[in-house]
């Protein structure tokens, strides 16, 4: 039996999650079932024979199926000193340091980096894991509000003459909005203003850019910035997270990471199944030119239909539904016609922004999008009845 404390510890847990449940907030697990549109496998090479293979024979050729300890420790191997040097190639910076996941990626730079006395300028729609790393730095904050120059500007200009670091902290493409910061026009705005720029490329990452390589090189500044943050488990199928710039940053990060020192490695094998899949998506400009084309086709016809899509550009194309549960009842409605999509709302998003999130990938074709513009259509019409029906 449960004791006394473990008995009322599950109560709490439980009458918690039923004040969740109530708001039409508490989040479940469920398979995938018809055309997926939660995916961030880009360019499809979860399914790819290639890579499959590939990761087979990484792990028949590895020397242990197991990290067996930190890097620091025993879980070391040249392979990852092998792999890292490519992908900072790749992303065109001098060095790169590999993470077991995106999140601990970014915890692991911004506690590590960032002091209490220094200024970061986080965009107000950041990923969690910035959040989280820039609260866990104790640095000073300043929301900006989201993609808007003009507040970052007056906010550098307010701390002038402030003696501390400043530092802008970024997604590229935003996870949310799909939509996408000017990278040339933040840096030229730090370097007036004395400051650095941190980018995360994480939805960026083997899609955009040349051959992939992301919007800080694009837009020609991958040696100007602090760091770029490259994740492996969307694009390129498989997992972690590359933090890219400088030897000295990578020294910085060994030495000083918390979630790299104390993190036990990742396993040989996984190094031999990033690289195949790096190197198959440097050749897929083809899926890349279809997965964009495809995305902004798609957004444009929504628009043209009056859906709001929160100024997406890219391949993440998000529906406004409004309220919670209409975003489930579309989500539902969606999934009846033969469509994966999940209902994503507050805390995720704002209140009263509640939305389907469509992350297309090249796998998801325009007839496929064109009896997805009719099902939500569908649902519009049949969601406009029913609350012409209420109110009445």
Request: with cysteine.
């Amino acid at each position: 039996m449960p004791s006394e404390f473990v008995t009322g510890l599950q109560r709490e847990l439980a009458e918690g999650l039923a004040r969740v449940e109530a708001r039409g907030r508490r989040r479940d697990l469920a398979e995938i079932a018809g055309v997926n549109l939660s995916s961030n496998d880009y360019l499809g090479l979860a399914e790819n024979p290639a890579l499959k293979e590939a990761t087979a024979a990484a792990v028949r050729e590895s020397p242990r199926a197991g990290g067996t300890g930190s890097r620091l420790l025993s879980g070391h191997s040249r392979v990852w000193d092998q792999l890292e040097q490519e992908f900072a190639e790749f992303a065109g910076t001098e060095a790169a340091l590999y993470f077991g996941s995106g999140y601990v990626a970014n915890l692991g730079l911004l506690t590590s980096l960032l002091r209490k006395d220094d200024l970061v300028f986080s965009d107000q729609l950041n990923h969690a894991s910035l959040i989280d790393g820039i609260r866990l730095s104790g640095a000073q904050k300043v929301i900006i509000p989201h993609l808007d120059l003009g507040s970052l500007e007056r906010a550098l200009l307010e701390h002038v003459r402030s003696r501390c670091r400043k530092i802008i902290v970024t997604e590229s493409v935003f996870s949310m909005d799909g939509d996408v910061a000017d990278i040339d026009a933040l840096v030229r705005l730090a370097d007036r203003h004395g400051a650095g720029v941190l980018v995360d490329e994480a939805h960026a990452t083997c899609v955009h850019g040349p051959a992939g390589r992301g919007m800080v090189a694009q837009a020609g500044h991958a040696r100007n910035v602090i760091a770029t943050i490259h994740t492996c488990g969307k694009a390129l199928a498989s997992a972690g997270a590359f933090v890219c710039g400088s030897a000295t940053l990578r020294d910085h990060l060994i030495n000083h990471a918390r979630t790299f020192i104390f993190s036990t490695a990742m396993p040989p094998y996984m190094a031999g199944q990033i690289r195949a899949a790096l190197r198959l998506a440097k050749r897929m400009d083809a899926e890349r030119d279809s997965l964009r084309n495809g995305a902004s086709e798609f957004a444009t016809a929504l628009r043209r239909e009056g859906w709001d899509l929160a100024g997406s550009t890219s391949q993440i194309v998000p529906a406004i539904i409004g309220g919670d549960n209409h975003a489930v009842s579309a989500a539902e409605h969606l999934r009846q016609r033969g469509f994966f999509v999940r209902a994503i709302r507050p805390p995720t998003v704002p209140d009263g922004r509640a939305r389907l999130r469509f992350s297309l990938t090249c796998r998801v074709g325009r007839e496929e999008l064109t009896r997805l513009r009719g099902a939500l259509e569908e649902w519009r019409t049949r969601d406009a009845t029913h609350t012409a029906v209420a109110r009445a």
